[in-house]
């Protein structure tokens, strides 16, 4: 099976056809394919590795793996998976058309100056809603960092003053937009945000117990250029040296079993590690503002919301069959979670040990969280299942904020 790897690895390199400027993504299609038994998956684990292609979703065991190919690539992966006897299907024919509807969608639904979850807003929109929002008495905004290209990385904290005895309350840390292309999560995130702050009376429970803190666009240069260029762009923005590729993977790039299963050396790879631990800005911001609050108080949970799969992934992340000691624990928490999820909008999550569902990733923003102390870590892999993948139509943003925001309130019931 090696050489057959090799040959479709330098097959497809020759024919891919690598757009300058704005990609169309015209002809692209995304395909399921499913790994049966242990080489099928392995097959995919080395494939993910390939910088020319786009794996929408993390190789799967017994279970379907998306994959998106330009049309150079389909005759030939395909050819691929039928020699290995792997069952595949075409999921969305023709990524153009799905993201040509998008924007119709979001220019007709939306608006360029007021924030509204009804479009996905762009980065410039979303800082002056930041800015509007700071003069809230629950709201204190504060820049954590800058990203390569100097774009200011804002944190949100809200919060309804100290306990009755002077105390500061444990800290919720929610981020967002890790991967570019996750437009529903940052969305996700400041939906989240402008709940809580317009019903501080409805949520004065949790406003009781909680601090949050929440950074909704970690990824600040891949979101825009996501937007401006390349809507399934994933990475940071960042120059390697030596390497005409741009960026890492910043959910590589933690300090915790860096450069671990899951990762790349390669700056082309959609899965590149970095040059080293938190060798981008925006990875740092995180991980020096956690620390931060971690000298102050005591970080409850961690929360990282990305798409797509409807999952919740619980640690550890790194490699299969690993597990923390109160994994028992997490998990009960983390089924119960998913209960409040369905509750909202009916839409059914999975929850589990993050490797055990999808495949070992080292140096993920959730395993460092989990190692730095905090109890309570999860990842979640938000809407949908595949139908949109990571072109979810806008009109979804509500509806998957809400069965979200329904799953993280469950965590009151987890202190006294």
């Given at each position: 099976?090696?050489?057959?790897?090799?040959?479709?690895?330098?097959?497809?390199?020759?024919?891919?056809?690598?757009?300058?400027?704005?990609?169309?993504?015209?002809?692209?299609?995304?395909?399921?394919?499913?790994?049966?038994?242990?080489?099928?998956?392995?097959?995919?684990?080395?494939?993910?590795?390939?910088?020319?292609?786009?794996?929408?979703?993390?190789?799967?065991?017994?279970?379907?793996?998306?994959?998106?190919?330009?049309?150079?690539?389909?005759?030939?992966?395909?050819?691929?998976?039928?020699?290995?006897?792997?069952?595949?299907?075409?999921?969305?024919?023709?990524?153009?058309?799905?993201?040509?509807?998008?924007?119709?969608?979001?220019?007709?639904?939306?608006?360029?100056?007021?924030?509204?979850?009804?479009?996905?807003?762009?980065?410039?929109?979303?800082?002056?809603?930041?800015?509007?929002?700071?003069?809230?008495?629950?709201?204190?905004?504060?820049?954590?960092?800058?990203?390569?290209?100097?774009?200011?990385?804002?944190?949100?904290?809200?919060?309804?003053?100290?306990k009755e005895n002077g105390e500061l309350k444990p800290a919720i840390?929610?981020?967002?937009?890790?991967?570019?292309?996750?437009?529903?999560?940052?969305?996700?995130?400041?939906?989240?945000?402008?709940?809580?702050?317009?019903?501080?009376?409805?949520?004065?429970?949790?406003?009781?117990?909680?601090?949050?803190?929440?950074?909704?666009?970690?990824?600040?240069?891949?979101?825009?250029?996501?937007?401006?260029?390349?809507?399934?762009?994933?990475?940071?923005?960042?120059?390697?040296?030596?390497?005409?590729?741009?960026?890492?993977?910043?959910?590589?790039?933690?300090?915790?079993?860096?450069?671990?299963?899951?990762?790349?050396?390669?700056?082309?790879?959609?899965?590149?590690?970095?040059?080293?631990?938190?060798?981008?800005?925006?990875?740092?911001?995180?991980?020096?503002?956690?620390?931060?609050?971690?000298?102050?108080?005591?970080?409850?949970?961690?929360?990282?919301?990305?798409?797509?799969?409807?999952?919740?992934?619980?640690?550890?992340?790194?490699?299969?069959?690993?597990?923390?000691?109160?994994?028992?624990?997490?998990?009960?928490?983390?089924?119960?979670?998913?209960?409040?999820?369905?509750?909202?909008?009916?839409?059914?999550?999975?929850?589990?040990?993050?490797?055990?569902?999808?495949?070992?990733?080292?140096?993920?923003?959730?395993?460092?969280?989990?190692?730095?102390?905090?109890?309570?870590?999860?990842?979640?892999?938000?809407?949908?299942?595949?139908?949109?993948?990571?072109?979810?139509?806008?009109?979804?943003?509500?509806?998957?904020?809400?069965?979200?925001?329904?799953?993280?309130?469950?965590?009151?019931?987890?202190?006294?």
């Amino acid at each position: 099976m090696k050489l057959l790897i090799l040959y479709f690895i330098v097959s497809v390199t020759v024919v891919a056809a690598k757009e300058i400027g704005v990609r169309t993504y015209d002809g692209y299609d995304v395909l399921s394919v499913r790994a049966d038994s242990p080489s099928q998956f392995e097959l995919l684990k080395q494939l993910v590795l390939n910088e020319e292609l786009d794996f929408w979703t993390s190789p799967k065991y017994q279970d379907v793996t998306d994959i998106m190919v330009s049309p150079e690539q389909k005759d030939l992966i395909i050819a691929l998976f039928s020699s290995e006897e792997m069952k595949w299907s075409v999921k969305i024919f023709d990524v153009g058309r799905l993201i040509r509807d998008q924007k119709v969608e979001n220019s007709l639904l939306g608006s360029e100056t007021n924030m509204t979850w009804t479009v996905y807003h762009r980065y410039v929109e979303i800082v002056k809603w930041l800015e509007s929002i700071s003069t809230n008495p629950l709201v204190t905004l504060t820049v954590i960092g800058k990203s390569s290209e100097a774009r200011e990385i804002h944190q949100v904290q809200i919060s309804s003053g100290r306990k009755e005895n002077g105390e500061l309350k444990p800290a919720i840390f929610i981020d967002a937009l890790f991967h570019a292309r996750e437009w529903v999560s940052g969305a996700s995130a400041t939906w989240i945000i402008n709940e809580i702050i317009s019903n501080p009376t409805k949520y004065e429970s949790i406003l009781s117990k909680f601090d949050f803190f929440i950074v909704p666009m970690v990824n600040p240069d891949g979101y825009e250029f996501s937007h401006t260029s390349q809507r399934f762009w994933r990475k940071t923005r960042s120059k390697n040296s030596g390497s005409s590729c741009y960026g890492c993977d910043p959910n590589r790039n933690f300090a915790f079993h860096f450069g671990g299963e899951g990762t790349s050396s390669n700056p082309c790879s959609e899965v590149y590690k970095g040059e080293n631990a938190f060798s981008e800005p925006e990875t740092a911001a995180v991980s020096v503002a956690i620390k931060k609050l971690q000298s102050e108080r005591v970080v409850h949970a961690y929360f990282t919301l990305h798409s797509y799969g409807q999952l919740w992934l619980l640690s550890w992340g790194y490699t299969r069959g690993a597990y923390p000691p109160d994994f028992a624990e997490l998990l009960k928490w983390g089924k119960s979670s998913v209960e409040a999820i369905k509750g909202v909008h009916g839409q059914s999550y999975i929850a589990g040990q993050a490797a055990d569902l999808l495949y070992g990733v080292g140096g993920a923003s959730d395993d460092w969280a989990k190692n730095e102390g905090i109890k309570y870590v999860a990842t979640l892999e938000v809407r949908d299942r595949g139908a949109y993948g990571f072109a979810l139509p806008p009109s979804q943003i509500i509806p998957t904020a809400e069965e979200i925001w329904g799953g993280i309130q469950f965590l009151e019931t987890t202190i006294n």
